[in-house]
């Protein structure tokens, strides 16, 4: 941000800095009818459910600029608030993206968000459609609201799995955090020595996890193509023990899940044992993996078996048996909500 030109935001005032970061989104969906430039925008969803998702993100909690870049966290900031549709079986539409700013930004660093956001939107034909913008104290805070659309039937909530239910999880799980603990650890050496150069090699990919994770519309996708429709869904943001207590809670349940079943990349395994780190722990609470868990029926095994980047990982149970891991040895051991918490 320092080695660049700079042009000070009070050169355009609120509504020239809406209309200069806005003006190069255009709309694609049917069901947005008037976007930004008004005292609202306009949207049209006809015989479709709407669903709505807000995320608050703020510096110092949920990111660090040290090692984030700009156009990174503003593909992300959009990422998590798709992913939170696409959890509900649903379609994200339309995003409104609100600021709080600090005065050590200015325009080149607004510019640099908003082209990770337009990237996004492109990327998963969401229209941008409104906003605001605010003088920060604190630091950077964003907080982006998505608006969805569902099939009315095919709706998934958390509160509606059966007993005996499979549970599945998409893709794999632990490597967002093993690249946070690579990256904080990285910023720490910098510190003490600021000629340090991190070398990434071979961790390419847990880095671009932390930084730049995608929502899973394929899965939403495949699961339609083999006319499957969860009984029960969430992402994978606070982790992977946190999610499945959530399902089993508000859908009055138990379950076991098969530690052996739980998809680690190999990468993520790699950067656990550098850390001395149970793997198994990474996966069950690391977070911001933005995976897809949920849950279908017993009869669904087949399909779903044969699904790419679907795995079985255990089933639901009556609530009175609680909700276990079952480890590699055959032990018993009871899960806890262990995943990000920002209140603590």
């Known amino acids: 941000m320092e080695n660049k030109g700079r042009t000070e935001i009070s050169t355009l005032g609120e509504f020239g800095l809406i209309k200069h970061l806005t003006e190069q989104f255009e709309l694609k969906n049917e069901s947005s009818i008037k976007g930004v430039g008004d005292d609202a925008a306009i949207l049209d969803y006809k015989d479709k459910q709407v669903l709505v998702t807000t995320d608050l993100l703020l510096e110092g909690v949920h990111f660090d600029l040290t090692y984030c870049p700009l156009m990174h966290l503003g593909y992300k900031s959009a990422i998590v608030n798709f992913s939170d549709i696409y959890a509900m079986n649903g379609q994200p539409k339309q995003i409104t993206v609100?600021?709080?700013i600090s005065k050590r930004f200015c325009i080149?660093?607004?510019?640099?968000?908003y082209a990770g956001i337009r990237l996004a939107c492109k990327q998963y034909g969401v229209d941008m459609v409104g906003g605001d913008t605010s003088a920060s104290l604190t630091g950077l805070a964003i907080s982006i609201t998505c608006i969805g659309e569902g099939e009315k039937g095919k709706v998934v909530c958390r509160n509606t799995a059966k007993n005996t239910d499979l549970f599945c999880v998409s893709g794999d799980l632990g490597a967002a955090y093993m690249g946070l603990l690579l990256l904080e650890r990285e910023k720490n050496i910098f510190k003490?020595?600021?000629?340090?150069q991190p070398d990434f090699a071979g961790k390419e990919y847990i880095i671009e996890r932390q930084l730049k994770p995608e929502a899973r519309k394929d899965i939403i996708e495949l699961l339609a193509k083999n006319n499957i429709v969860p009984t029960a869904m969430m992402d994978v943001s606070d982790g992977l023990s946190s999610e499945l207590l959530h399902i089993c809670k508000q859908s009055g349940l138990g379950c076991r899940v098969y530690e052996d079943?739980?998809?680690?990349?190999?990468?993520?395994?790699?950067?656990?044992?550098?850390f001395n780190m149970n793997l198994t722990t990474a996966a069950l609470n690391g977070g911001e993996d933005y995976e897809l868990l949920f849950t279908v029926p017993l009869s669904a095994n087949d399909i779903v078996q044969n699904?790419?980047?679907?795995?079985?990982?255990?089933?639901?149970?009556?609530?009175?048996?609680?909700?276990?891991?079952?480890?590699?040895?055959?032990?018993?051991?009871?899960?806890?909500?262990?995943?990000?918490?920002?209140l603590k």
């Open 108 to 113: 080149e660093d607004l510019e640099e968000l």
């Open 261 to 274: 079943r739980i998809p680690i990349d190999y990468q993520t395994a790699v950067m656990a044992e550098e």
């Open 192 to 196: 003490g020595d600021e000629n340090a």
């Open 98 to 100: 609100s600021l709080g």
């Open 307 to 342: 699904i790419p980047g679907i795995k079985v990982i255990g089933h639901t149970t009556d609530e009175s048996l609680g909700c276990r891991l079952i480890t590699r040895q055959g032990d018993e051991i009871e899960l806890k909500a262990q995943g990000w918490n920002s």
